[in-house]
């Protein structure tokens, strides 16, 4: 399956996991596309805010991500580079624990859903792994986050995958435009614009 260029910018209203919203402002450039986002929520009486900017080469492989968030506990910061050979630092230090990801999965972002299914182009009946590096919003930790998209039929002319993260012990249908940008991620976030 091909995807049609994103859009100029793009925006989810978060539900039942957080109150909160994200707007992202994807662009293309020679080597591939970059990726400029923001998310501020109120999670378990936590307000926090997160930006990022991801760079991905021409298959939407993610080469870099900033991130930084800031809360009342104060800010931090991560740089996570890719080898080009699925190696990454963080910071500049390396992390074999996340050897072989592809993808960074950012636990604020709805949008980084896209990432893999860009990348990965399934048709129906399709399924692959698609191990990420997770960063969690609360500490910006990273880890290693095993998942699974199944392409499933089209309903309304919207691709459906199902998603599986074992260790998150989550599982949902998400909802793709033609884009390859989730529309609704049951329980995290709906597309707004």
């Known amino acids: 399956m091909t995807h049609d260029e994103p859009p100029a910018a793009a925006a989810w209203r978060h539900v039942e996991a957080r109150a909160g919203f994200e707007v992202v402002f994807p662009s293309r450039d020679a080597d591939g596309y970059q990726v400029d986002g923001h998310a501020a929520a109120v999670e378990d009486g936590w307000a926090w805010s997160v930006h990022y900017m991801f760079v991905l080469d021409a298959n939407w492989v993610t080469r870099s991500a900033h991130i930084a968030c800031r809360s009342a506990l104060g800010e931090s910061k991560i740089h996570l580079e890719s080898s080009g050979t699925a190696r990454w ?105």
């Open 89 to 193: 630092l963080a910071n500049g230090e390396p992390m074999p624990e996340v050897t072989g990801c592809l993808d960074v999965d950012l636990e604020a972002s709805a949008c980084t859903n896209a990432l893999p299914i860009r990348r990965l182009k399934l048709d129906v009946g399709g399924a692959a792994d698609a191990p990420a590096v997770y960063v969690r919003t609360r500490d910006l930790c990273v880890e290693r986050l095993e998942q699974r998209y199944t392409r499933l039929p089209n309903v309304g002319g919207y691709a459906r995958y199902d998603y599986v993260a074992p260790s998150l012990d989550f599982r949902a249908v998400l909802v793709y435009d033609e884009y390859g940008l989730v529309l609704d991620y049951p329980g995290i976030a709906v597309r707004v614009a």
